[in-house]
């Protein structure tokens, strides 16, 4: 069986009995059949099989037979699971921190309805209501062990989306779809700020790049999402790793231009001191280096004008076609000492 959680992974799963460290990993190996999403920390996926396991009065991986569910009229308020782990798995949660439970241990369980609210009109922070195992999903776990065991689950399940397919789908929904300059796609997680870099590739490009090749683009929940690593090491750029990037860098061979384009939502324009890092980074870059910030609107823009630095250039979204140039005897390039 997958060992979900290993002692060198979690202070807290090591204190832990080697019988208490089997339940758990069981335990979580069950909640993966059953569709929960286990993309998460050691400990979290620690706290989330202790509560499940409390919920159901389990304590030993013999009780899994035994586990109780809402029509046993079994159920425990948060500061009763508290009690419960506290005493039965070594563990030291403070009694003030009631409401992770609700919030953080339990709140895939429920969305997922393995485990029901004992008092479902109640209202969410209702520290007298309890929780118990779905009796759907008791059943299962009393039959864990079985031969087939895990083809039952999926029979009995067949109806019933798993949390971690319905939000692997939910994500993918979100994505924005890129189309770059050379005819590849790539896929930003939802947002403004993405929202803002895709207008970047497929609309300021093409206006002003020259030709230009994406050579980095930076997601939200990606920093690496696109990388031409060996193109930017033969223009001399700077350590792809350094945490100083920008958000898109582009590059024209026809001018031999290379742009660093910063998306700016909610901070981090192109200013003076920006500037300055971004042109000692790039000193041995082999390009010349055109400097763009880009907004997604005016009011945005007007937002940030007074730290935008001079000699560099500024996009807005919502304005494709003209482009805002702070000082210079160019209206678009890279600047000469």
């Known amino acids: 069986m997958k060992q979900y959680i290993s002692p060198d992974k979690s202070k807290t799963f090591k204190e832990k009995t080697k019988q208490v460290q089997e339940l758990i990993n069981n335990t979580l ?40 569910d809402l029509k046993d009229n079994f159920s425990l308020k948060t500061r009763d699971v508290i009690d419960y782990v506290n005493k039965n798995f070594k563990e030291k949660i403070s ?17 997922a309805e393995v485990v029901l609210r004992s008092s479902p009109n109640s209202a969410t922070n209702d520290s007298t209501r309890g929780y118990s195992i ?21 029979d009995k399940l067949k109806g019933v989306e798993p949390l971690n397919q319905k939000l692997k789908r939910e994500r993918e929904l979100k994505k924005v779809k890129v189309t770059l300059p050379s005819g590849g796609k790539i896929q930003f997680s939802s947002g403004e700020h993405n929202d803002l870099q895709k207008a970047i590739i497929e609309d300021f490009l093409p206006r002003y790049g020259f030709g230009a090749q994406v050579l980095y683009v930076g997601d939200t929940s990606d920093k690496y999402l696109y990388l031409e690593e060996k193109k930017l090491k033969e223009l001399k750029f700077f350590d792809i790793s350094h945490e100083e990037l920008p958000d898109v860098i582009a590059y024209s061979k026809e001018k031999n231009w290379l742009y660093l384009i910063e998306a700016v939502h909610s901070s981090g324009p192109i200013s003076e001191l920006r500037l300055l890092q971004l042109a000692k980074l790039t000193e041995k870059c082999t390009a010349d280096i055109v400097y763009v910030t880009a907004f997604l609107d005016r009011p945005k823009f007007r937002k940030f004008i007074a730290e935008i630095a001079w ?25 000469k000492e």
């Open 29 to 68: 190996y069950i909640l993966d059949c059953f569709g929960i999403p286990l993309d998460t920390t050691p400990r979290r996926l620690e706290r989330m099989a202790i509560s499940f396991l409390a919920c159901g009065d389990v304590k030993t991986i013999s009780d899994l037979k035994n586990i109780k």
């Open 134 to 154: 779905n009796p759907l999903y008791a059943n299962l776990v009393k039959d864990y062990g079985s031969k087939g065991w895990e083809q039952k689950v999926k």
């Open 95 to 111: 009694s003030g921190s009631y409401d992770d439970i609700r919030r953080k241990d339990l709140k895939l369980l429920t969305v």
């Open 311 to 335: 000699e560099t250039e500024v996009w807005i979204a919502d304005n494709p076609d003209h482009m805002v140039h702070f000082n210079g005897d160019k209206f678009l390039g890279p600047y």
